[in-house]
């Protein structure tokens, strides 16, 4: 099969094709999408090596579970052992022996088959387009803020970061109150926001301290130190971005405003997938340009490129 894989360089190659092991089902991927942390793993973030890709859709071919075989389906990105201290707290995601999908361990989703563990997979509704289907992951994602931190109306809350990310978790934000600013470099990304309600400001322009809940999502170093200026005392900071870049951090400014810092990584896919079924989150307008996996590498560079929001693989 065809997969793009990251070895110290990009290259699609012929790649051997998934031997599933016992509980895990081989999914015929039909279309990806590429996010920053597959643009990170390119610059050494998590030292892997291996085909990438982790957000994708596709058709279930071989599963133990003959009910699976042939729907279609999104994949959480974990894959976990259950025995360990985590697994059993109910914390998997957390598993000290887990694999992740294209970032750690495990073969990702850039390839024309993937394998994973069956529990892993969630059935896509049917009315949700493919290209509609790979934001699931990254919204999922984006959901898992409000499972650790209540919003309640009338809050006021700032998203740093008019990125992918970054709008998914606005428009998650915005479900819960309408007092949700989202601050970046992009005009036109925060006009997409716009579109459903959604304020935006450019990063430049003054902007009032003291919000209830800031998330700092930029994808870049010295969005933590600008979402502590901006979160009020005992306030709430949302990490959401991950780089090979290491940051520093000065301590004082959150153990003098108390400010409580959450890190904040996958999610559940239940409401992801209910949202995108119902409308409550739209995320076509991101999807900039669609390439087939054998321009990959190219795909790739577009999707770090000025003007670009979300670059898909078709399989």
């Known amino acids: 099969m065809k997969a793009l894989v990251y070895d110290g360089g990009l290259r699609v190659v012929e790649a051997p094709m998934p031997a599933p092991a016992p509980g895990e089902a081989l999914v015929r991927v039909l279309s990806a999408g590429i996010c920053n ?6 610059r050494g973030y998590m030292g892997f ?3 990438l890709g982790h957000e994708f859709v596709g058709v279930v071919e071989q599963a133990a579970d003959g009910s699976l075989i042939g729907k279609r389906v999104v994949g959480e990105i974990n894959c976990v052992c259950h025995r360990c201290d985590w697994c059993r707290m109910e914390m998997p995601h957390h598993c000290a022996a887990r694999t992740v999908l294209g970032i750690s361990g495990r073969p990702g989703a850039f390839a024309e088959y993937v394998a994973l563990p069956e529990e892993n997979l969630h059935v896509v509704p049917g ?39 970054g709008q998914l978790c606005a428009q998650v ?30 990063s430049d322009a003054p902007l009032e301290p003291g919000a209830d809940l800031v998330v700092e999502a930029t994808g870049r170093t010295g969005g933590l130190a600008r979402a502590l200026e901006l979160v009020r005392p005992e306030g709430t900071v949302v990490l959401k971005t991950t780089v090979a870049e290491t940051e520093p951090l000065d301590t004082s400014i ?19 997938l209910e949202a995108l079924a119902r409308g409550a989150v739209e995320v076509r307008p991101m ?22 929001m979300k670059v898909l693989l078709r399989m």
């Open 173 to 202: 934000l915005a479900l819960s109150t309408k007092n949700v600013l989202c601050v970046g470099r992009h005009q036109w990304k925060l006009d997409l926001l716009s579109l459903r309600g959604v304020q935006g400001q450019l």
């Open 37 to 42: 942390t597959d643009l990170e793993i390119c």
């Open 127 to 165: 009315n949700i387009r493919d290209d509609v289907a790979v934001f699931a992951e990254p919204l999922a994602a984006a959901f898992r803020i409000p499972e650790q931190v209540s919003v309640s109306p009338g809050e006021r809350v700032i998203v740093l970061g008019d990125g992918k990310l």
């Open 254 to 272: 959150p153990v003098i405003n108390e400010v409580r810092l959450v890190g904040s990584r996958c999610g559940p896919f239940r409401p992801a």
């Open 49 to 51: 090596t291996g085909v």
């Open 287 to 308: 999807v900039t340009e669609a390439y087939d996996l054998r321009e990959g590498v190219h795909a790739m560079t577009r999707a770090g490129a000025p003007g670009v």
